[in-house]
Structure formats: C-alpha cells, structure tokens
C-alpha cells in the first residue's frame, strides 16, 4: 500500500493554532501537496513541498522532512470558515495518492 | 485563472441507463484525470489522460469508459453502473502529469 496517515479528525478553537501531521513511506518520493476540501465540494490547492523545510502563505504553513517521511501543515489564527478535510498527497512516479484527509472541526 | 468545470451537478441514472459526465479546462493543461470519492473518504484516482492519451487506468470496470476528445475535454461514459457507484466523481487537470492539481466541483452520481 501506500501508507500515508494522518489523524481522521481534529478539533481547535477559533484563533488558536493547530498542526495536522502526515507520515508516510519514502520510496520513490517526488513531492507533497496539500489540499482542503469542505464538504460536498471540490479539494482546492494548498501547498507542495518538494524540499526540506517550511513553506509559509498567508496563515497556512507546510513543513517537510523526506528523510523522516514527514509533514506537516500548520494554520494560524483560526477561523471558522477554515473547518473541512485536510489531504496530504505524495507525489511518486505515478500521479497522486491521497492520504485519508482529516477533518477539522474549528469552535468558538 | 484555475478553473475545471464540471456537468452535470447532479445525476441520478437507473442501472440499464447511459449517460456521460463531461469534464473542461483552457489552462492549457496537457493532463487531465478522473476521480471518484466516497463520503468521509479520499478521492481514488480513476483514469489519467496526458497529451490526449490514456496512460493510466487504476483497474476501473469497463463500465466507466473515459474518452478525450481535444486537449481541453475530457468525458466519463457511464453503463450499466451499479448502485455502489453512486459517488462524487472529480475531474482535475494540471500542466503537466505531476504537477498541482486544480479539481473541478465534481459530478454527484446516484444510481438507483
């Protein structure tokens, strides 16, 4: 398989700030993307990592560590708007593979 | 401009109908894909076209039988589909095969 895990669901409180991880196995590693998706709707574009390292816009930051298998995707200053499923995505030799997405639930 | 449009909506389709999902994009994006998405799950990758061909095709039933007409369109043939099918299905398309993927708002299929 493709083992990519992230936590099914979160829970923050508006304006906090809260990091959701995903792991996943490193052969034949290209990339990783992260997208939100709210429910019913289309996954919009988050980040892509390629390199070690943080990638900062706006209130939403990714951070990769390919030799841990590692990422991570930080949002700042919460908002309500801001609860839906989060997906990481490796890029590999094949087009993507979706991790399981977590859902975030953002309360007052 | 990042947009994949998608029709229609909604569809709801007996098991002996057939119908088409259509799928476009004017990024100039040379690759296009299919998806389907279960509720509470990620999208599964179907079938993905690059420069008007299919390269992949994720061992889908024969009753789903994509079809790119130009580089900018991209249709999904429905027959005989099952109830089990009835999901969101997303189109999506990139510059290349590799590269981000914008989604269009998806087709939500039932069958009954």
């Known amino acids: ?108 | 401009d990042t947009e994949v449009t998608q029709t229609p909506k909604h569809l709801v389709m007996g098991m002996t109908n057939k119908k088409s999902l259509k799928c476009e994009q004017h990024m100039g994006h040379r690759a296009m894909y299919w998806y389907k998405q279960k509720a509470k799950k990620p999208p599964e990758l179907m079938f993905v076209y690059s420069y008007e061909k299919l390269s992949i095709n994720e061992s889908v039933p024969s009753r789903f039988s994509p079809e790119c007409p130009n580089s900018s369109l991209l249709n999904l043939h429905l027959h005989a589909l099952q109830p089990e099918d009835s999901a969101l299905y997303l189109c999506a398309s990139s510059q290349a095969r590799g590269d981000i993927q914008y989604f269009g708002a998806g087709t939500r299929l039932s069958v009954l």
Not at chain 1, 15 to 37: E, M, P, R
Not at chain 1, 51 to 65: N, P, T, V
Not at chain 1, 85 to 104: D, E, H, I, M, Q
Request: a neutral charge; charged letters at 20%.
């Open chain 1, 1 to 108: 398989g493709q083992n990519i895990d992230q936590p099914t669901e979160m829970t923050a409180t508006e304006g906090a700030i809260v990091q959701i991880n995903c792991t996943y196995q490193t052969s034949g590693f290209n990339g990783l993307f992260w997208y939100q998706q709210h429910a019913g709707e289309a996954p919009t574009f988050l980040s892509y990592n390629v390199l070690d390292g943080l990638e900062e816009k706006g209130r939403f930051s990714s951070f990769l560590s390919r030799s841990k298998g590692y990422s991570y995707l930080l949002l700042k200053e919460l908002q309500m708007k801001d609860s839906a499923s989060y997906l990481c995505a490796v890029k590999r030799n094949t087009p993507l593979v979706f991790g399981k997405g977590t859902r975030l639930s953002v309360i007052a």
